[in-house]
T-cell receptor, first 116, second 114 residues
Framework: GENVEQHPSTLSVQEGDSAVIKCTYS??????FPWYKQELGKGPQLIID?????GEKKDQRIAVTLNKTAKHFSLHITETQPEDSAVYFC???????????????FGAGTRLAVHP | DGGITQSPKYLFRKEGQNVTLSCEQN?????MYWYRQDPGQGLRLIYY???????QKGDIAEGYSVSREKKESFPLTVTSAQKNPTAFYLC?????????????FGAGSRLTVL
């Protein structure tokens, strides 16, 4: 069935280092890949997303890369800061038809700790 | 401020009792969702609704029920039939007209069964 695997489950880095989180998906029809950040005691918040017609997308210190052939995508955070500490979830979804619903399949999450 | 409000934030329940979690949004979003979050697992979909008076089962609907009488409200009832109800519950919403399923989440409700 549909599945998204996310690695690592925990990641510890020093402030200023880079962090990389990787996800693989099973449904080849998936073509929308969002990343959510969940801070302690809060709901997840979308931080960046990518569609299958793009190989890479950047937004300041965060970037996402997509390899459709290998069915994996990654989140890259550069110059990490303590406020980047959170749980990060990847997800995959087939293309959404207007007015319709396509489910999001979430990875299990990565707990990132950035140490000063 | 536009957003999703979930209440209560913390809830304790005795075994055999039904509880209802509230979810209200003022974003004018069409669709609303309930997810369950357990440690070390991804978010699992319980129920979703694309339109008022209509809802669909997600992957783990057994032991739960919902209603969608108003566009802005999507309460979730955790019934006594739910075998392992202790979890963190997240409500979300999205616009169906957008090109992708971009979810806005509430802050969550943590349910503990004593």
């Amino acid at each position: 069935g549909e599945n998204v695997e996310q690695h690592p489950s925990t990641l510890s880095v020093q402030e200023g280092d880079s962090a990389v989180i990787k996800c693989t998906y099973s449904d080849s029809a998936s073509n929308y890949f969002p990343w959510y950040k969940q801070e302690l005691g809060k709901g997840p918040q979308l931080i960046i997303d990518i569609r299958s017609n793009v190989g890479e997308k950047k937004d300041q210190r965060i970037a996402v890369t997509l390899n459709k052939t290998a069915k994996h995508f990654s989140l890259h955070i550069t110059e990490t800061q303590p406020e980047d500490s959170a749980v990060y979830f990847c997800a995959a979804s087939p293309h959404k038809k207007a007015g319709g619903y396509n489910k999001l399949i979430f990875g299990a999450g990565t707990r990132l700790a950035v140490h000063p | 401020d536009g957003g999703i409000t979930q209440s209560p934030k913390y809830l304790f329940r005795k075994e055999g009792q039904n509880v209802t979690l509230s979810c209200e949004q003022n974003l004018n979003h069409d669709a609303m969702y309930w997810y369950r979050q357990d440690p070390g697992q991804g978010l699992r979909l319980i129920y979703y609704s694309q339109i008022v008076n209509d809802f669909q089962k997600g992957d783990i609907a057994e032991g739960y029920s919902v209603s969608r009488e108003k566009k802005e409200s999507f309460p979730l009832t955790v019934t006594s039939a739910q075998k392992n109800p202790t979890a963190f519950y997240l409500c979300a919403s999205s616009m169906l007209s957008s090109g992708a399923n971009v979810l806005t989440f509430g802050a969550g409700s943590r349910l503990t069964v004593l």
